[in-house]
């Protein structure tokens, strides 16, 4: 089975400042995706970005990006410039692939703190 | 994103009472998820619910306790059978193998997730 750790329960950052949350998965699989969701107080739970593991290039999405460590099965979630809006929990999933059938396995998540 | 919804958003029940959970979206999808995320914890899946065919449960779920329902493409129920406070939480459903943009397929949307308080 699949885990997905992140060994941070809650960060601090200073607004406009650069943060970045950890993320490790074991896994056998050579064919998965890896995903970020946020989830602020509101509890709806938004997908923030994704990366297929067959796909060397790290991801972005405008301030949101990820370091992607196939090897060492990392993966990082890097926030620049951060936002008030930006605080939330931060979650890091996982999910085999093979036409999406699978649901995902989550890691215990990281509270974002911004801090005015 | 597929928009999807959820009913009811939140309630208060009895123990010993059960629950029935709408989820509802907008275009056809192939698969549906439900989720329980208990409090101050992160999601779990409960089972994956494919139209025409049984729900798929993970260890630890049991079709008796977690009855679900898909009946066609845009719509599942989760039913919360037989409560105990054990059982308060959120409960999430999404989405996956939705046709709309790039890498869409891939991806799971959630809906807004419905807060059971169990007395």
């Known amino acids: 089975a699949q885990t997905v750790t992140q060994s941070q329960p809650e960060m601090s950052v200073q607004e406009a400042e650069t943060v970045t949350l950890s993320c490790t998965y074991d896994?056998?699989?050579?064919?998965?995706?890896l995903f970020w969701y946020k989830q602020p107080p509101s509890r709806q739970m938004i997908l923030v970005i994704r990366q297929e593991a067959y796909k060397q290039q790290n991801a972005t999405e405008n301030r949101f990006s990820v370091n992607f460590q196939k090897a060492a099965k990392s993966f990082s979630l890097k926030i620049s410039d951060s936002q008030l809006g930006d605080a939330a929990m931060y979650f890091c999933a996982y999910r085999s692939g093979g036409g999406g059938a699978d649901g995902l396995t989550f890691g215990k998540g990281t509270h974002l703190i911004i801090q005015p | 994103s597929a928009v999807i919804s959820q009913k009811p958003s939140r309630d208060i029940c009895q123990r010993g009472t059960s629950l029935t959970i709408q989820c509802q979206v907008d275009s056809q999808v192939t698969m549906m998820f439900w989720y329980r995320q208990q409090p101050g914890q992160s999601l779990t899946l409960i089972a994956t619910?494919?139209?025409?065919?049984?729900?798929?449960?993970e260890s630890g779920f049991v079709i008796d306790k977690f009855p679900i329902s898909r009946p066609n493409l845009t719509f599942s129920t989760l039913t919360v059978s037989n409560m105990s406070p054990e059982d308060s939480s959120i409960y999430l459903c999404?989405?996956?193998?939705?046709?709309?943009?790039?890498?869409?397929?891939?991806?799971?949307?959630f809906g807004p997730g419905t807060r059971l308080t169990v007395l």
């Open positions: 896994t056998s699989e050579s064919d998965y995706y």
């Open positions: 999404s989405v996956g193998g939705w046709s709309g943009g790039a890498g869409a397929a891939d991806t799971q949307y």
């Open positions: 619910a494919n139209q025409g065919s049984e729900a798929t449960y």
